[in-house]
């Protein structure tokens, strides 16, 4: 049985992301925020970082804030969702953006780095099933080509890592690391 705070989470977001789908599949966007928050489960992270998990594109991807999540779920998810969001979302460039993404995440708090690091390896999944289908033209659906995206899932799994206390690696990085050199290394599968 799930708690009611997680329940709470997930209709608070598949409400933020009832209109929208994920780039250039159809599909209802809310299954990339559930599959975060699966794989924290699976995981077997605490359930505030899951809930983190479930709502970490809301205030990037939608009209809810940040104060709307402190207010709902409190302040540990709500730091964890602002350290997962990209400041000033719709005035910077994708390179500045990521960038800061890469620049932040070297000291980010260990919650921040393990939902960003789930939604990575979920986006990573979509993608190595997306080219069963596509081939390379995957990459047309994204705002950068192979390459750009390649530098920014390498530097951030790279980044992700750095300065972690011994007691806080985790196999979910080893996880990501492997995705990354299976969709970049790789040809069509």
């Known amino acids: 049985m799930i708690s009611e705070a997680l329940d709470k989470a997930i209709r608070f977001a598949a409400r933020a992301h ?3 789908v994920r780039k250039g599949s159809g599909v209802p966007y809310i299954s990339h925020p559930f599959a975060v928050g699966m794989i924290l489960i699976q995981h077997q992270f605490p359930e505030t970082w899951v809930i983190a998990g479930i709502l970490h594109d809301t205030i990037e991807d ?7 999540i402190r207010r709902e779920f409190g302040d540990e998810v709500a730091d964890i969702v602002e350290g997962c969001s990209e400041p000033e ?3 910077q460039s994708w390179e500045k953006r990521k960038q800061h993404t890469v ?14 690091c789930a939604d990575k ?3 990573l999944q979509s993608i190595l099933m997306d080219r069963k289908i596509l ?3 995957i990459w047309q659906r994204f705002k950068r080509d192979r390459k750009k995206q390649e530098w920014y899932y390498r530097q951030v ?8 206390k011994p007691q806080e690696k985790h196999p979910i990085f080893d996880e ?11 040809q069509n599968i």
């Open 18 to 20: 009832k209109d929208q």
């Open 62 to 68: 939608t009209e809810v804030t940040l104060d709307d």
């Open 89 to 91: 979302h719709h005035t």
């Open 103 to 116: 620049d932040y995440i070297q000291n980010a708090p260990l919650a921040v780095k393990v939902v960003t």
């Open 121 to 123: 390896i979920h986006n």
């Open 135 to 137: 081939g390379d033209q």
């Open 157 to 164: 799994a790279s980044g992700l890592v750095k300065h972690l």
């Open 176 to 186: 990501l690391v492997q995705l990354v050199d299976r969709v970049f290394n790789e």
